[in-house]
């Protein structure tokens, strides 16, 4: 059974951090491209990030968090990682974390593409 587990959400501060992970089990994730999504209470789910897989494998950032947030991988773990800094109000959601087989070296934000996903992490960030 192909299963993602997301872990690392909470409560944060403005300009806070967080790490989520998404570790994979039943795959190997790092065959997988990967992407990070969220969904903010009455708002439709947005990609956050993207990563393809194997070497050279591009990475992509929702303009919202470029240079705030990384994703990255540990295929020692079988585990992916977003790594988010400066966090702001408008980053409070659940996030989800979704992988699809590719070869490609590039990653999309299409939510259809991915067809394994977790269930989800919440991340709050309030004063």
């Known amino acids: 059974q192909l299963q993602l587990v997301e872990s690392g959400g909470g409560n944060v501060q403005p300009g806070g951090s967080l790490r989520l992970s998404c570790e994979a089990s039943g795959f190997t994730l790092k065959h997988y491209t990967l992407a990070w999504f969220r969904q903010a209470p009455g708002k439709e789910r947005e990609a956050v990030s993207c990563?393809?897989?194997?070497?050279?494998?591009?990475?992509d950032y929702a303009g919202s968090v470029k240079g705030r947030f990384t994703i990255s991988r540990d295929n020692t773990k079988n585990t992916a990682y977003l790594q988010m800094n400066s966090l702001k109000p408008e980053d409070t959601a659940i996030y989800f974390c979704?992988?699809?087989?590719?070869?490609?070296?590039?990653?999309?934000?299409?939510?259809?593409?991915?067809?394994?996903w977790g269930q989800g992490t919440q991340v709050t960030v309030s004063s």
């Open positions: 990563s393809a897989n194997g070497s050279g494998g591009r990475t």
């Open positions: 979704a992988a699809t087989y590719s070869r490609s070296h590039y990653c999309a934000f299409d939510s259809n593409q991915y067809d394994v």
